[in-house]
């Protein structure tokens, strides 16, 4: 999975520079303007689970930007399905650079909540957990109505990890 995710990166890195090559020198204004909204379909690796999740964010200048993010990861055992975890996001993202690809420092908390099988038998309740986000990540505008990210999140607290996700935003 990180052969993946750093092939992934390798190619938006590329593929950036790729597409900033082709343009022309007449359009030196970047496509990224400040005050959008923006909705993303997003992937999280979450130890060894491979999630999927949405994003909702807000622009707020060129430098701040709020986001909250709704992740889903099913857990399954080749006996079947095990137990589900959902964890909510919302995050401060301060972003670097001026330019169509960029840096953003991640800042925030999570919720999560999880049902299991193990969990319902040997405590007979789901599981919370709580904590705070800290992280890091880049993004390349596209378009001005399309931005894809890359991005490595820490989640500390009760239930505490490392999370890369991937994702592709649409802007308006």
Known sequence: MKRLLLTGLLALILGGSTLQAQQTTTTS??????NKFA??????????????????????TDLLRFSVDADGYFYTVKGGFIGRVMDLNPNLNFIFGNGDFHFYLIAGAYFTMGHSIFLEVVTNSM??????????????????????????????????????????????
């Open 29 to 34: 204004t970047p496509k990224r303007t400040p």
């Open 39 to 60: 909705v993303a379909f997003q992937m999280p690796y979450n130890g060894n689970k491979l999630g999927a999740g949405l994003r909702f964010s807000y622009d707020f």
């Open 127 to 172: 599981g919370f957990g709580l904590g705070l986000n800290a992280g890091f990540g880049m993004e390349y505008q596209i378009t001005e109505s399309i931005r894809v990210f890359l991005e490595q999140q820490a989640s500390l607290g009760l239930i505490s990890s490392w999370m890369p996700k991937v994702g592709c935003a649409y802007c308006f």
